[in-house]
């Protein structure tokens, strides 16, 4: 298991809800190949209008686990006590999945959700991946073939940091400082 604090959180702001989708796509095969770990992702999609949804990928949510607690209760309380007892197992282990769904999150902090709802602009989306173990080249390579993508917030160091920025395009290249493609990001 990879050590909290080694994951960061990265942050790419797209101008269309598919090209964050296929960010996702490319940070996964990525992942294959051994250049990235990918924690979580959450996509941030703000409609026109002001209306943002959010779309988790691995966080458990409390209705899930509630379901989930439910389900094993009613199975192991039927098993041990009848009816009766799958009914009051699974109304207990409900509660008891909703409440650690709640307290367990494992991924991208909720309150950092909400902050990045607020942030993104109308029409657009955000893709907010917690990684590790990240190769910078290859993050750079697969970055630059996402023109008008923008940084929108990321923890990582300030030379990655400026690496991404110039993958995007956000900032050019200074010539007479050139960033180490082969470098690691922990």
Do not use: C, Y
Request: aromatic residues 2%.
């Amino acid at each position: 298991m990879v050590p909290q604090d080694a994951r960061r959180l990265l942050v790419i702001g797209f101008d269309d809800p598919l090209k964050a989708q296929e960010f996702l796509l490319t940070a996964l095969r990525m992942q294959q190949h051994g250049q990235i770990t990918v924690h979580d992702a959450v996509f941030i999609t703000r409609a026109p209008d002001g209306r943002s949804t959010v779309q988790e990928t691995t966080d458990i949510s409390t209705g899930r686990g509630a379901l989930s607690g439910g389900v094993w209760g009613l199975l192991i309380g039927t098993l041990l006590g009848g009816p009766l007892g799958g009914l009051v197992g699974g109304a207990a282990t409900a509660g008891t999945g909703a409440l650690l769904a709640k307290l367990i999150d494992t991924g991208i902090r909720d309150e950092k959700i909400r902050q990045l709802r607020e942030t993104v602009p109308p029409g657009s989306a955000a893709l907010a991946l917690l990684v590790s173990h990240v190769h910078l080249g290859d993050l750079q390579r697969e970055l630059a073939r996402f023109p008008g993508a923008a940084l929108v917030e990321s923890d990582l160091s300030d030379a990655a940091i400026h690496a991404v920025r110039i993958a995007l395009g956000e900032i050019p290249s200074d010539p007479e400082n050139p960033q180490n493609p082969s470098a690691s990001q922990g």
